[in-house]
């Protein structure tokens, strides 16, 4: 490697704009929550991993806008504690970038959008019904770095799953080939594809939970 570059010297715009085009790629939360008023919100965020199993851990990185006030998303988790993490498909990357439009509060972007929603078992925000899988969460601990962003860490605790997808019997997870959508950089998106399917008997079949 020849080039070594100083991330503390760059601005956070410029060390965002490097890190998200080599943390490739990253999948997108595509995250319901309920307003004060009882109003569904729904946007993406792809600062977003699982973190763990016991307890089931899900992170989000919610910056906040350049005035500082959180994002609808945001105030909501704080309020109610709770969120849906709705996993899209290729087919559903439009409507899931629809619905990072900044809408005021007081406007449903489901609704807005014509996507249907479905109850959820374990929390009050509902799930999108179009998607494949949803993971139902609660709100563990928000932290705060920053002025500018909620970590928020949330607690899994309910899976919804379109019939078919889950096989109860072995717990396989059959997406038939129709991989969840993967943010790259900016506004491209990316579709999975495996690497030499079941070839090297170690990927597919691990023995221990592999982090
Ligand atoms: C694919 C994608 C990923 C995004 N990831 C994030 C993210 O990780 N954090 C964030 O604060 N905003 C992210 N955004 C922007 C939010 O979705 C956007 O600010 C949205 O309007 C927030 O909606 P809300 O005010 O209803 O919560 C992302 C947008 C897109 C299209």
Redesign the pocket.
Known sequence: MTLSLDLDAMTPALRYKLLTAVVLPRP?AWVTTVGADGVV????????NLFGQDPALVI????HHADGSP????ENIRRSGEFVVNIATPDLTAS??A?????PSAVS?PQALGLGVSPSAFVGPPRLADVPVAIECTLLDRLTYSPE?DIVVGRAVGLAARDGLIDTGTWRVDWNCTYPVA?LFADRYARLDEIAPRTIPSLSEPKEPRP
């Open positions: 997108v919100n729904a946007a993406p965020f792809s600062f977003f989000l990185g919610l910056e994002k609808n998303t945001t899931m970038v619905t990072a439009a900044a809408y972007e962003r943010r």
